[in-house]
């Protein structure tokens, strides 16, 4: 059964850090892209950053470009987003998410992501 777990989310500081975690199981996620997407109250989910290693193909949204980081262990099964100079504006539930079941397609940093299996939120606020 494929899962992730997405966890390390919390309180911080404007200014702070904070590094997000999602544990895969029932694949590996050097095989599959991995993509991180968050949903603030009362606007759409968006996407945050993708990872897929059998391309070496990354993406990242403008409003994080220069602040988050994603990278994966292979050893661990874990990709991660390590968020920096976080603003209010980055208060949101943030998922993860894999293309090992396809989902709707988007294009994104020149690459089609076709995310369809997602794991649960965890929340990260950022307060001013």
């Known amino acids: 059964e494929v899962q992730l777990q997405a966890s390390g989310g919390g309180l911080v500081q404007a200014g702070g850090s904070l590094r997000l975690s999602c544990a895969a199981s029932g694949f590996t996620i050097d095989d599959y892209a991995i993509g991180w997407f968050r949903q603030a109250p009362g606007k759409k989910r968006e996407g945050v950053s993708y990872i897929r290693s059998s391309d070496g193909s990354t993406y990242y949204a403008d409003s994080v470009k220069g602040r988050f980081t994603i990278s994966g262990d292979n050893a661990k099964n874990t990709v991660y987003l390590q968020m920096n100079i976080l603003k209010p504006e980055d208060t949101a539930v943030y998922y993860c998410?894999?293309?090992?079941?396809?989902?709707?397609?988007?294009?994104?940093?020149?690459?089609?992501?076709?995310?369809?299996?997602w794991g649960q939120g965890t929340l990260v606020t950022v307060s001013s």
């Open positions: 998410a894999t293309d090992f079941a396809s989902g709707p397609c988007t294009v994104a940093g020149g690459r089609i992501w076709c995310f369809g299996s």
